[in-house]
């Protein structure tokens, strides 16, 4: 059993939901996505598109830290990081992802 939304034809869930409905220009309600916000996105994702990458491995811890954090409690995604071999939650991360929870 699914626990995916559908609008339309659309998936709200997963990871590439967000990047079709942008290339689709259609948010998720169905309504059209403004046509400022779409051209600030994609000034924004450009310039990202440039930058140089400091390594897959910080890039990935990033991506944990970042998306895990939502779904993780801390201490348990701190775990799970050392023993994946990445470095342990930084305080200003644990400050800045669970400060508030």
Known sequence: ???ETNVGNQTTTGADAIDVAIAQGIDFDGSPIPPAK???YH???G???GRQRSGVSNTMRSRIVRIGAKHIPQTDLDQK???AGFAPLKEK???FF???K
Do not use: P, S
């Open 1 to 3: 059993m699914t626990t």
């Open 38 to 40: 779409l051209e600030l």
């Open 43 to 45: 000034q924004v994702m």
């Open 47 to 49: 310039l990202e598109a």
């Open 81 to 83: 990081l050392v023993e």
């Open 93 to 95: 991360e644990v400050a």
């Open 98 to 100: 669970y400060g508030g």
